[in-house]
């Protein structure tokens, strides 16, 4: 090989300025510090504690419900900041509505309001499609009575049985 070309090979080799070592490739540096570390590492600079003895965490939010069960809690009240970290899961207000209704406060009236509206909508719903049914089926079932009522026999028979003591 001639002179040029091994210089030229020398000149591309080589990562730093002259008389450093030469090496094929460079070397790339990975980074350590993962999105969890430097998260964890802002949060350490704003002085956020941990908070123990956590159950439970709602986060309301139109009509939905984003619940946190055992999360880990951590904050810093005069940062106004509060971290919650654990595995949500999106629920219907309705559905936990039982559970959570002593921890709703008057933010949350109008969803309440709104949920009640609906329940009644509905319950009126089924009750008159099921109030036709009963009297389609009482209609098939219990035929009609011809003639006397009840009240009128009644009556005829309590004079006659007065009469007769």
């Known amino acids: 090989m ?26 790339v540096h990975k980074t350590n510090t993962t999105d969890d570390k430097r998260l964890q590492s ?11 003895a956590i159950e439970e965490v709602n986060i309301f939010k139109d009509d939905v419900v984003i619940q946190f069960i055992n999360p880990k809690v951590q904050a ?34 109008d969803n309440l309001k709104k949920l009640a509206e609906q329940f009644q909508k509905q319950a009126s719903g089924e009750g008159n499609a099921a109030s036709a049914t009963i009297q389609e089926e009482d209609d098939d079932d219990v035929p009609e009575l011809v003639g006397e009522t009840f009240e009128t026999a009644a009556e005829e028979k309590a004079p006659a049985a007065a009469a007769s003591s």
């Open 2 to 27: 001639n002179r040029e070309k091994l210089m030229k090979m020398a000149n591309t080799v080589r990562t730093g300025g002259k008389g450093t070592v030469r090496r094929k490739k460079k070397a």
């Open 42 to 52: 802002t949060l350490k600079r704003i002085g956020v504690n941990s908070i123990p």
């Open 76 to 109: 810093s009240i005069a940062a106004n900041t509060w971290v919650v970290s654990g595995s949500p899961q999106t629920k219907k207000l309705q559905d936990i509505l039982p559970q959570i209704i002593s921890q709703l406060g008057p933010d949350n009236m």
